[in-house]
């Protein structure tokens, strides 16, 4: 594998020479939010499935019934249903209560894969560059150096209240410019886009 | 008695919430691991000290100097990760090879760097390895999942890496 490293010496810092292309970082963004749901939605599943057949007895014995026989097959497809798919009617209403909470995790799960990208790049990209004593360095770092790796570009515009509020603007964000807007709407998108003065 | 030259007797690795990741010591069957992770331990606050003053710069140079043997030198990365290495001057028979200079005046910072870089090479690609998640080497998140054990580095790849920097550094090398 150490011969698969070259890049690694600090001379290449490969801007122009990209190893990747730009189509799979734009399938890969296209592909990651959903498989951050389905992660979701399957983690909460299986906690579920964990979680429920406590529950499922419970039903059943506080229904003692004439029907028990039936009970006992509506129970069971009903527990099993998350790990195997299940019929339409409770994975979507699971959905709908579950939303809120899939959502922070789906939020979560992207907050810390961005994490660990962030981390590696740094680790990577800054081995050479002084080490940033405050927030202003390190969105500088941001601005010219990640976004000249990432975009081939730096930002537009770097905007601060120096409060802590940093606004940046990049006039031709590359992830935005395959996307379609409505007829007429651009524009407008646009301007409602830029910050508040 | 014979000249001795120096040599790496333990190398450290560090991570942001001052935990330890990675300590391997040289050799390592004759090196007390107690009083080198008490070394280590003493050498933290004299980053925290340099801290605000030293902004230019990852290389710490010279953090202490323990005995007439041992000293100490730090470098710390962009992202808080603190390499740590201890020379022993004494640390090997010395060879033909050993210019004389530099057993008879000693080390200067420059000629850690080298091995501070390769260490910074070997970090980055444990990085890059799919396995390795930082967070789970970090006290914090294994206190709050109560998980038990070492969150020390296990990659087999990253440890004999390091044992090779440190085997291989000798005063004077440009590169390892």
């Given at each position: 594998?150490?011969?698969?490293?070259?890049?690694?010496?600090?001379?290449s810092?490969?801007?122009?020479?990209?190893?990747?292309?730009?189509?799979c970082l734009d399938f890969l963004?296209?592909?990651?939010?959903p498989?951050?749901y389905?992660?979701?939605?399957?983690?909460?599943?299986?906690?579920?499935?964990w979680?429920?057949?406590?529950?499922?007895?419970?039903?059943t014995?506080?229904?003692?019934g004439t029907?028990?026989?039936?009970?006992?097959?509506?129970?069971t497809?009903?527990?099993?249903?998350?790990?195997?798919g299940?019929?339409?009617g409770?994975?979507g209403s699971?959905?709908?209560?579950?939303?809120?909470?899939t959502?922070?995790?789906?939020?979560?799960?992207?907050?810390?894969?961005?994490?660990?990208?962030g981390?590696?790049?740094?680790?990577?990209?800054?081995?050479?560059?002084?080490?940033?004593?405050?927030?202003?360095?390190?969105i500088?770092?941001?601005?010219?150096d990640?976004?000249?790796?990432?975009?081939r570009?730096?930002?537009d515009?770097?905007?601060?209240?120096?409060r802590?509020?940093?606004v940046?603007?990049?006039?031709?964000?590359?992830?935005?410019t395959r996307?379609?807007?409505?007829?007429?709407?651009?524009d407008?998108?646009?301007?409602?886009?830029?910050p508040v003065? | 008695?014979?000249?001795r030259?120096?040599a790496?007797a333990?190398?450290?690795?560090?991570?942001?919430?001052?935990?330890?990741?990675?300590?391997?010591?040289?050799?390592?069957d004759h090196?007390?691991p107690?009083?080198?992770?008490?070394?280590?331990?003493?050498?933290l606050?004299?980053?925290?000290?340099?801290l605000?003053?030293k902004t230019?710069d990852?290389?710490?140079?010279?953090?202490q100097a323990?005995?007439?043997?041992?000293?100490?030198y730090g470098?710390l990365?962009?992202t808080?990760?603190?390499?740590?290495?201890?020379?022993d001057l004494e640390?090997?028979?010395?060879?033909s090879?050993d210019?004389?200079?530099v057993?008879?005046?000693g080390?200067?910072?420059a000629?850690l760097?080298?091995?501070?870089r390769?260490?910074?090479?070997?970090?980055?690609?444990?990085?890059?390895?799919?396995?390795?998640?930082?967070?789970?080497?970090?006290?914090l998140?294994?206190?709050?999942?109560?998980?038990?054990?070492s969150?020390?580095?296990?990659s087999?790849?990253?440890?004999?890496?390091v044992?090779?920097?440190?085997?291989?550094?000798?005063?004077?090398?440009?590169?390892?």
């Amino acid at each position: 594998m150490a011969t698969q490293q070259p890049e690694l010496s600090s001379s290449s810092t490969t801007t122009t020479d990209p190893f990747v292309s730009i189509s799979c970082l734009d399938f890969l963004l296209i592909e990651l939010v959903p498989m951050a749901y389905r992660i979701a939605a399957e983690l909460s599943a299986r906690e579920e499935d964990w979680t429920r057949p406590i529950g499922a007895l419970n039903t059943t014995t506080t229904t003692t019934g004439t029907s028990s026989r039936a009970q006992d097959t509506t129970s069971t497809t009903g527990g099993g249903g998350g790990g195997g798919g299940g019929d339409g009617g409770t994975a979507g209403s699971v959905a709908i209560v579950d939303d809120e909470e899939t959502r922070e995790a789906v939020f979560y799960r992207l907050e810390m894969l961005g994490y660990r990208v962030g981390l590696g790049i740094t680790e990577r990209f800054s081995r050479d560059k002084p080490r940033s004593t405050d927030a202003l360095d390190t969105i500088k770092f941001l601005c010219k150096d990640i976004w000249l790796l990432v975009f081939r570009k730096q930002i537009d515009n770097l905007k601060t209240n120096h409060r802590g509020i940093y606004v940046l603007t990049d006039n031709a964000f590359k992830p935005l410019t395959r996307m379609s807007a409505e007829r007429g709407q651009g524009d407008s998108m646009l301007a409602r886009a830029q910050p508040v003065r | 008695m014979a000249t001795r030259a120096p040599a790496v007797a333990c190398i450290g690795i560090i991570g942001k919430q001052n935990n330890p990741l990675h300590i391997s010591l040289f050799p390592p069957d004759h090196r007390a691991p107690l009083e080198f992770s008490f070394l280590l331990s003493s050498c933290l606050d004299i980053f925290e000290a340099r801290l605000p003053q030293k902004t230019a710069d990852q290389d710490f140079g010279l953090l202490q100097a323990v005995d007439e043997r041992l000293a100490m030198y730090g470098w710390l990365t962009n992202t808080g990760v603190k390499f740590v290495i201890v020379v022993d001057l004494e640390g090997r028979p010395a060879t033909s090879s050993d210019s004389r200079s530099v057993i008879a005046a000693g080390l200067r910072d420059a000629d850690l760097k080298p091995a501070f870089r390769a260490l910074q090479s070997a970090y980055i690609g444990l990085l890059r390895n799919p396995f390795y998640d930082p967070d789970e080497h970090s006290p914090l998140t294994a206190n709050a999942e109560q998980r038990a054990g070492s969150t020390q580095i296990t990659s087999k790849r990253f440890i004999n890496e390091v044992k090779r920097i440190g085997e291989a550094w000798a005063p004077g090398l440009q590169s390892l």
